[in-house]
């Protein structure tokens, strides 16, 4: 048995971490069996302090990257058979780019910006039980803003920021043009880090600076909704 350890359905997300989701979407695409293991708890069990990690039959793997690759070896998964090496090339670079850049424009808008916070610590920590709730939203919000400062998106200005993430989603609008799928009708592995990082910012219930330029490109919730409604029942699953 499978076990996704994430944080849970969050902002209309079965996850509203796109690194959690990544996996949700690739154990769906690759039609394995699992369960969710939802909770803010997680992260004390996690060994790298960060979401998400499974436990498949007993073994730990975490990071999204090894994961997929755990996965692709125990259960022979082969989902980028049919794809060229140039199109190989073009997904490890598109995978880097959603994780290393788009992240963390996503991250700024829903931690840093004061308007995302306003949406964010609710969503996130609404269910949280006293005292709890009355300093760890606060301590999580400095951690994040911290990071983001130390990665280098945290010391632009949000114009600047915006302008980043425009660049991104401008370029995998342009790569959708084959659609429904990244190339073409066939899903390959990295849809679902696709689906993932885009669905965080044209599914989620939050109307930030980021989610309204991904709007100004209809494909991209084209995309997602299509993955959505092909891998997930109901939006909310
Ligand atoms: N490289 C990791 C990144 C995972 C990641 O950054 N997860 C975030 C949630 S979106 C996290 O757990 N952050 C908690 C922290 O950094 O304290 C992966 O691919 O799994």
Redesign the pocket.
């Known amino acids: 048995m499978i076990t996704l350890h994430g ?1 849970g359905p969050r902002l209309g997300l079965p996850d ?5 989701l ?2 949700d979407a690739y154990l769906r695409l690759a039609g394995l069996d699992y369960k969710r293991v939802s909770g803010l708890g997680n ?1 004390r069990k ?1 060994p ?6 499974i436990i498949d039959d007993g073994e730990l793997v ?6 997929i690759e755990h996965l692709q070896s125990k259960y022979n998964i082969s989902l980028d058979e049919h794809l060229s090496d140039s199109q190989r090339a073009i997904a490890f670079l598109l995978r880097s780019t959603l ?1 290393e850049k788009l ?1 963390w424009c996503t ?1 700024y808008f829903r931690w840093v910006d004061d308007d995302g916070w306003q949406v964010v610590k609710p969503a996130l920590f609404g269910d949280m039980a006293a005292p709890l709730k009355w300093f760890v939203p606060a301590l ?1 919000r400095r ?2 803003r911290t ?1 983001t400062y130390k990665q280098g998106t945290g010391r632009h200005n949000p114009e600047d920021i915006l302008r980043i993430a425009r660049e991104v989603l401008a370029s995998v609008d342009t790569l959708l043009d084959d659609g429904p799928f990244l190339f073409g009708e066939k899903p390959c592995s990295t849809d679902a880090a696709l689906y993932a990082f885009l669905a965080q910012l044209t599914l989620a219930n939050i109307d930030s600076p980021v989610n309204r330029i991904a709007s100004e490109y209809p494909k991209l919730l084209g995309y997602s909704e299509h993955f959505r409604d092909s891998y997930y029942s109901a939006p909310d699953q």
Not at 48 to 53: M, R, S, T, V, Y
Not at 62 to 67: A, G, H, I, K, L
């Open positions: 944080f509203a971490s796109p690194f959690v990544k996996i992260m996690a790298k302090g960060k979401l998400p990690f975490c990071d999204s990257t090894f994961v994780e992240y991250l999580v951690g994040t990071a």
